[in-house]
């Protein structure tokens, strides 16, 4: 027991060095991160911190080709606001041919304290001609006041796949490029490149 009571107070200390650290680096990522193509999905994005200790006031989120018939979660608090397209491809669901829909997504107005943690929903369909084996994008731009984060690279490195809000994210880590490329929380805007976005891997059709 001795033993133990000395050791504790050396253990708080470390952890006391590492949780910082770690909750600086927290991502945002989707909760479920493999799904079958073919099929309805979930995407729930988690939000684990601020822009520099500033609270989130907006996330928008791109739909990568293939994800179709999106429906948000509404969330109290919190203004939701759809950006229709144009798919690239034509795609069928329940029968009838779907040729656009929403391909972005923005929750706005709330205000997220740096100290807690939430998420948000939205319900879509993959489309069974998605390729198994291969990863969906979700660019997403997380805004906090004049400041923001942009967890928009895909291939699961930093500084690649830039989109600004009006880009559609696509398979394979392809995308418009565009945008000013800060990232507040790692370095302020504008000296960092930005960071991974939301992936999920697609798994065959069942």
């Given at each position: 027991?001795?033993?133990?009571?000395?050791?504790?107070?050396?253990?708080?200390?470390?952890?006391?060095?590492?949780?910082?650290?770690?909750?600086?680096?927290?991502?945002?990522?989707?909760?479920?991160?493999?799904?079958?193509?073919?099929?309805?999905?979930?995407?729930?994005?988690?939000?684990?911190?601020?822009?520099?200790?500033?609270?989130?006031?907006?996330?928008?989120?791109?739909?990568?080709?293939?994800?179709?018939?999106?429906?948000?979660?509404?969330?109290?608090?919190?203004?939701?606001?759809?950006?229709?397209?144009?798919?690239?491809?034509e795609y069928?669901?329940?029968?009838?041919?779907?040729?656009?829909?929403?391909?972005?997504?923005?929750?706005?107005?709330?205000?997220?304290?740096?100290?807690?943690?939430?998420?948000?929903?939205f319900q879509?369909?993959?489309?069974?001609?998605?390729?198994?084996?291969?990863?969906?994008?979700?660019?997403?731009?997380?805004?906090?006041?004049?400041?923001?984060?942009?967890?928009?690279?895909?291939?699961?490195?930093?500084?690649?796949?830039?989109a600004d809000?009006?880009?559609?994210?696509?398979?394979?880590?392809?995308?418009?490029?565009?945008?000013?490329?800060?990232?507040?929380?790692?370095?302020?805007?504008?000296?960092?490149?930005?960071?991974?976005?939301?992936?999920?891997?697609?798994?065959?059709?069942?």
């Amino acid at each position: 027991m001795l033993h133990f009571l000395f050791r504790a107070p050396a253990l708080a200390v470390a952890l006391a060095g590492v949780l910082p650290a770690f909750q600086a680096h927290a991502h945002v990522t989707l909760q479920t991160r493999e799904a079958p193509a073919g099929g309805y999905y979930k995407a729930v994005f988690k939000v684990p911190h601020g822009c520099g200790g500033e609270p989130t006031t907006a996330i928008r989120v791109q739909i990568p080709e293939g994800v179709i018939a999106v429906k948000p979660q509404p969330k109290t608090g919190w203004q939701i606001e759809l950006e229709q397209g144009a798919y690239d491809h034509e795609y069928v669901l329940h029968g009838k041919a779907v040729r656009a829909g929403v391909r972005q997504v923005a929750w706005s107005g709330g205000s997220l304290p740096d100290e807690y943690y939430d998420e948000f929903v939205f319900q879509a369909y993959l489309a069974p001609g998605l390729q198994a084996g291969s990863s969906l994008y979700f660019p997403l731009v997380q805004e906090c006041g004049s400041r923001s984060e942009r967890w928009t690279a895909a291939g699961g490195q930093s500084g690649g796949g830039h989109a600004d809000h009006g880009g559609h994210a696509s398979r394979g880590g392809q995308g418009n490029h565009g945008g000013d490329g800060g990232h507040a929380g790692h370095g302020g805007q504008g000296g960092m490149t930005d960071m991974p976005a939301p992936a999920l891997r697609l798994l065959p059709p069942r």
